[in-house]
């Protein structure tokens, strides 16, 4: 059963920083590329950033680009999204997601086959 866990929210004022994880079980995690989605209310859930199977690789949204960083520890199995700079529109709940086929519309989240629970982020202005 793959389980893909996302920790680390919470409440930050604007300009602060936050590190987010994700942790997946019952999947070979090195086999999947990794991505971050984020959903504020009312709206589409929206491509954050995605790393490839062996780390060496990111690419990020606009909106996030310069200021949020995504690792992997495939000996962990782990995932994080450094976050810094944070602004009011960062609020959201944000998933972790796991990409087996490595598609190229990577930043639709039907490229995902697993997606965990979610986690929220606030951002106080």
């Known amino acids: 059963q793959v389980q893909l866990v996302e920790s680390g929210g919470g409440l930050v004022q604007a300009g602060g920083s936050l590190r987010l994880s994700c942790a997946a079980s019952?999947?070979?995690?090195?086999?999947?590329?990794m991505g971050w989605f984020r959903q504020a209310p009312g709206k589409e859930r929206e491509f954050v950033g995605r790393?490839?199977?062996?780390?060496?690789?990111?690419t990020y949204a606009d909106s996030v680009k310069g200021r949020f960083t995504i690792s992997r520890d495939n000996a962990k199995n782990t995932v994080s999204l450094q976050m810094s700079s944070l602004k009011p529109e960062d609020t959201a709940v944000y998933y972790c997601a796991a990409d087996y086929s490595g598609s190229v519309d990577y930043t639709l989240k039907d490229a995902y086959e697993y997606w965990g629970q979610g986690t929220q982020v606030t951002v106080s202005s």
């Open positions: 019952g999947l070979t995690f090195s086999n999947y590329a």
């Open positions: 790393i490839n199977r062996s780390g060496a690789g990111t």
